[in-house]
């Protein structure tokens, strides 16, 4: 197995896309798992654990929701949602829900293969050099760990961000007080530039809203600039 090889899970109840799936990712050098339903899906999570988990959402039983919640309650495992639910409003309540990308059926399986790097690249870091360095915003109200993407509130409350929310407030703070477009801010997050992925940039500040209690009506954080993006209002401390 190479270096970037991963474990991954995929949970899908159709054999032969089952079998397939395997085939491509065991050639790029990660070890599969797999499972045909939701029940399975959590059993052999619980057992052996997985660096991703590639989620198909309409399975028999169990629904893929259910597992994606299941999986949160769990952890931060980063999951790929694959789904024949293809509308605008069914991707974004999946990427809501906590998934970190979403590919509609029918999909070339290379693409998927590429989404499945991207998300391994956002979840490890870049993999060379120096670890991120510690990220403190507004006086150490809020400090993120971009390596870990473990956050600590002032209080003590602590979390983790998803690998994209991650990059997200990651891009802003490279830019404090500017205001970033939100293809700006798709591109840090490594996602496609179309039209219903531009709605991800919002999914994310909304989701690093609510876990940090920044209130759109009265940032500390993310201020939103209409039409336009996002900026961080927030102060950026001075590294060690």
């Not at 079998?19 to 619980?46: M, S």
């Not at 990427?95 to 998300?119: M, Q, S």
């Not at 870049?126 to 670890?131: F, Q, R």
């Amino acid at each position: 197995m190479g270096a970037m090889g991963a474990r991954i899970l995929v949970v899908e109840d159709e054999p032969q896309l089952r079998a397939l799936l395997r085939l491509y990712l065991e050639r790029e050098g990660h070890t599969v798992a797999d499972a045909g339903d939701g029940q399975a899906a959590l059993a052999a999570f619980d057992a052996e654990g997985a660096d991703l988990v590639i989620l198909d959402l309409m399975l028999p039983g169990m629904q893929g929701e259910t597992v994606l919640e299941a999986l949160r309650d769990a952890g931060d495992v980063p999951v790929l949602i694959t789904s024949a639910k293809r509308s605008e409003a069914e991707r974004i309540a999946g990427l809501r829900a906590g998934a970190d990308d979403y590919l509609a059926k029918p999909f070339n399986p290379h693409e998927l293969t590429a989404r499945v790097a991207a998300i391994l690249r956002r979840s490890r870091g870049t993999g060379a050099g120096e670890p991120p360095p510690i990220l403190s915003l507004d006086g150490g109200r809020l400090v993120l760990d971009p390596a870990s993407r473990r956050y600590t509130l002032t209080g003590g409350d602590t979390g983790r961000l998803t690998p994209g929310e991650s990059a997200l407030l990651v891009a802003l703070a490279a830019h404090p007080g500017a205001v970033l477009a939100r293809q700006q801010l798709l591109d840090a997050v490594a996602r496609r530039p179309d039209e219903v992925y531009e709605r991800v940039v919002d999914v994310h500040v909304a989701n690093v809203r609510r876990k940090v209690g920044d209130d759109p009506g009265n940032p500390w954080l993310i201020e939103t600039v209409p039409a336009t993006g996002y900026r961080l209002v927030a102060t950026v401390d001075p590294g060690p």
